[in-house]
Structures are given as C-alpha cells and as structure tokens.
C-alpha cells in the first residue's frame, strides 16, 4: 500500500509562487511515474506534469509550460512541482498520483494507482 501527502499549497497573488511536495510511503515510489492534477471547481481532473522515474522524462500542460516545472528525489521519497508566474486561472486543487505500472510518464488520470488527497491553490488577481 502507497500514500501519498502533499503539502505546500496556499493564497498567492498572480505572479507569485508556490512550492508543492508530495511525500511517498513505501519502495515502490522510486521505480514508478509520478504525476501532478489539478481540479477546479466544477471542472474534470487536468494533467499539469508528469515524470518518469528517473526525472529525465517530462510532459507538461500546454497550460503550464515554461512556468511549472516537476521535479523528484527518489532518496527522499519525494516529489515537487514549482509553480511560478502563478495566474487565477490556476486555482485548483491539486493532487500528487502515482503509476506503478511503469516508470513512463502517461497522460490519463486512469493509469495512476494512488492518488494523494490535494493541497489547495488559490490565486488571487
């Protein structure tokens, strides 16, 4: 069994930032593909980036790019998404999941086994 606990969400103004974590029980964390959702209020879960396990492997969101980046420490257990020039648009909760079917980063919300229970986000203009 996995859990994932992510930490590190808040109020922010547009364009500031935020550091998001993700702590991982268990072995599995290190050989598997992590992931960061969000979900806004009335909208479905939307993939903001994913990592393979060994951190060379990215996709980002079209709506995130060159503003996010994920990141991991596999001796830590841990992984991290670093989120400046933040906007409105990206309130949200997000969430931290797991796939321990690969170690490829994929883009469906289906292929994630464990899911953390979300740290909120919210931007204010």
């Known amino acids: 069994q996995v859990q994932l606990v992510e930490s590190g969400g808040g109020s922010v103004q547009a364009g500031g930032s935020l550091r998001l974590s993700c702590a991982a029980s268990g072995q599995s964390f290190r050989y598997s593909a992590v992931a960061w959702f969000r979900q806004a209020p009335g909208k479905d879960h939307e993939l903001v980036a994913a990592?393979?396990?060994?951190?060379?492997?990215?996709y980002y969101g079209d709506s995130v790019k060159g503003r996010f980046t994920i990141s991991r420490d596999n001796a830590k257990n841990t992984a991290y998404l670093q989120m400046n020039s933040l906007k409105p648009e990206d309130t949200a909760v997000y969430y931290c999941?797991?796939?321990?079917?690969?170690?490829?980063?994929?883009?469906?919300?289906?292929?994630?086994?464990?899911w953390g229970q979300g740290t909120q986000v919210t931007v204010s203009s």
């Open positions: 990592l393979n396990w060994s951190g060379d492997n990215t």
């Open positions: 999941a797991l796939d321990l079917n690969t170690g490829v980063p994929r883009k469906s919300s289906r292929e994630y086994d464990y």
